[in-house]
């Protein structure tokens, strides 16, 4: 779950509900008042690096509550305008016109790998394999 547009605050205070500890609880762990840690579940001040050190120690996604994202999720890839529209018309295509458009696609970025011009090619899941022989029927 990308959870970037939750904040730091509602983060910090979802993570600590989710080791099912008290706010006196992580504010003794980290060495600050209870009060402190309310501020930070409020927005109004924020951990400093020490203590999300020591919140890192009780268990916390640190990660998680800085940036939004869980260790080991995939960024989120950031489209251009036109790379956009191009995927509204490709996700509103039959399933045979995206295989067409999928191969095509392919065979331009592999050309262009053998030309020197690109330095990777993603493949298509499937594209790879060789088709099955198919075996005369008797």
């Known amino acids: 779950m990308n959870d970037k547009y939750i904040s730091l ?8 509900k989710r080791l099912q500890l008290s706010q006196a609880e992580v504010a003794k762990a980290i060495n600050k008042t209870r009060e402190m ?14 203590a999300l050190a020591e919140l890192s120690n009780i268990g916390m996604d640190i990660y998680y509550v800085l940036v939004g994202r869980k260790v080991g999720e995939p960024s989120p890839v950031l489209l ?10 490709y996700r509103s295509l ?3 016109d995206k295989s067409d458009i999928a191969n095509f696609a392919t065979g331009v970025a592999e050309r262009a790998l053998r030309n020197g011009i690109s330095k990777t090619v993603r493949k ?10 198919e075996s005369p029927t008797m």
């Open 9 to 16: 605050s509602e983060r910090f205070a979802a993570e600590r």
């Open 37 to 50: 840690v309310g501020r930070y579940e409020r927005g109004a001040s924020t951990p400093s690096g020490d």
């Open 80 to 89: 251009k305008p036109d790379e956009l529209a191009l995927l509204d018309i």
């Open 94 to 96: 039959q399933e045979e």
């Open 124 to 133: 298509k899941p499937g594209l790879d394999e060789e088709p099955e022989n």
